[in-house]
């Protein structure tokens, strides 16, 4: 079943898009369609574009101050949504399930706007921003193809979790219930609720940056998704399991710099940090106190992060 892809952004007061959005549609090698978005910098630029990569249930929307931030620093940069979530194209019935049948289609989705959006701005150092999720397809590629960018940060990589409390256990079960016939079913426990109460909340210790993807809902309820389906949940630990090998780091010579929180409850800051450590131009940055979503956490978290984020992009 076709879903809409939106071809448009949503701006609201308390999350403003940047002006100058063009927005156009992608269509992966296998024939999904993204929504993807490019900003060019109204007065300084640097020399640089940079691509954003989301991680799991989020949209472009949710990233309008990141891209504010990267056009004051003179940035062109592109934005999309991978398929499945967000306004590109959902993958099964029920919309808001969030699916995938195998964690390499996230890299094609990443080919896609790398070969028909990337070549406009030949000339440019290319820069990539990762987050989560977005991060491990990110490091996935580079194992493949370490010429995709001269530079990478990412916040939070969804290297390993820190959710989960015996991983090897829930691979286990997950890739059980897949063979099953279950993979396009929703994890135990899992609904199509698509947010977190503010109270207590694993993502961010800042309340209005929280409350943004539930207003944008309001008025755009087909930019949301749900819980992960036992298939995601599946080929994400594969994925995650490929990316703990000591061979994959080993081959990627992109310099990167890993950000993450020590008390992060959703993604393995240790896993991120072993990486790290095993690049061959690696560094990373512990930022205390800091929850998953770094870049929408409160100001001296935030501030730890571009300054961090600058000197290494310089």
């Not at 370490?146 to 990478?152: G, H, K, S």
């Not at 890739?175 to 698509?194: K, N």
């Not at 309820?221 to 080993?250: N, R, Y």
């Not at 990167?256 to 072993?274: C, E, F, K």
Request: neutral net charge; proline residues 6%; aromatic residues 8%.
């Amino acid at each position: 079943m076709k879903h809409l892809v939106r071809q448009n952004l949503v701006s609201i007061p308390d999350n403003p898009i940047p002006d100058g959005a063009l927005v156009e549609r992608v269509e992966t090698r296998d024939g999904v369609t993204l929504r993807a978005a490019i900003w060019r910098p109204r007065t300084l630029e640097n020399g640089k574009v940079i691509l954003v990569l989301q991680g799991r249930t989020e949209f472009v929307e949710r990233y309008a101050e990141t891209v504010r931030e990267l056009l004051n620093r003179g940035f062109h940069v592109i934005a999309f949504d991978w398929r499945g979530q967000g306004g590109s194209e959902r993958l099964l019935a029920n919309p808001r399930k969030g699916h995938v049948g195998r964690f390499d289609d996230y890299r094609s989705d990443l080919a896609a706007i790398i070969d028909q959006i990337m070549p406009r701005f030949n000339g440019l150092r290319r820069m990539a921003l990762a987050h989560s999720m977005g991060g491990a397809v990110l490091l996935s590629a580079l194992a493949q193809d370490d010429n995709l960018f001269d530079r990478c940060v990412l916040s939070a990589p969804m290297i390993g979790l820190s959710m989960v409390k015996r991983p090897e256990l829930a691979h286990f079960s997950a890739r059980l219930l897949a063979g099953l016939g279950l993979s396009r079913s929703y994890v135990p426990g899992g609904s199509d609720g698509a947010t977190f109460p503010f109270e207590d909340n694993p993502l961010t210790q800042d309340e209005h940056r929280h409350g943004i993807a539930a207003k944008v809902f309001e008025i755009a309820p087909d930019l949301a998704i749900g819980s992960p389906t036992i298939g995601w949940t599946s080929t994400s630990f594969s994925a995650m399991a490929d990316l703990q090998d000591p061979s994959t780091p080993a081959r990627i010579g992109t310099p990167i710099l890993i950000a993450a929180g020590p008390q992060d409850r959703i993604t393995s800051t240790l896993a991120a940090r072993v990486f790290a450590e095993r690049l061959k131009n690696g560094q990373f940055l512990a930022i205390d106190g800091a929850e998953h979503e770094v870049l929408l956490e409160i100001e001296p978290i935030r501030q730890a992060f571009w300054s961090a984020f600058d000197q290494f992009t310089a």
